[in-house]
């Protein structure tokens, strides 16, 4: 594995400062506007082939403008992806030659690539089956993206892959979905899909 060589990603937070007490009566009076500009820290993950850093959390949607200065970043359970309510705003990094694991969560994802080549596997058309954490789908059908593709990934199943020889860079938006499910053809039911990781 080539060695980690990304610039960190910075966040530039501008947020509305408080009104001073002498303005509360003006009605035309306007926040001044703090901007904060700072470099993300990038955690190792998965020895190394993964790294992440964090943009922004919420526990609630819609989010809240409130307060100025260091925010705090909510802690996300389980891998760090889905905040259940919530959002969950990261950049992923993958390291060349490095193959991910097919999993689903609870949520919508937008993920937006910045430079690199990913790969995005999914299974076929077809309904497959899961069972002692191995699936029947066969060979994954792979989605080759590029620099300035978004990936709107709906509940389903699916793996980010790097199958190049330079890193991948991406920004994750993570938002917390309703149960993903899908409907039974001609019987009026679903079925739901829960959390899964195929390895």
Sequence with gaps: MSSYNLTPPRRITASNLPLPSNLRGDEHAEPGVEVKVDSLKADSLLDGTLMRSVVATSKQIPTSNDGHGELPLDKVPGMGIVLPGGLNMYYIDLAPNTEGTMHRTTSTDYLVLISGTLSLLTPAPEP????????????????????????????????????????????????????????????????????????
């Design 128 to 199: 497959y089956q899961v069972k002692d954490g191995a699936a029947t789908y066969g060979e994954a059908v792979e989605t080759v993206c590029h620099a300035g593709d978004v990936v709107a990934q709906r509940g389903m199943m699916h793996a980010l892959s790097n199958r190049t020889d330079v890193w991948v860079r991406l920004l994750a938006v993570v938002l917390s979905s309703d149960t993903n499910k899908v409907p039974i053809e001609g019987t009026g039911g679903y079925k739901e899909l829960h959390d899964a990781w195929i390895g």
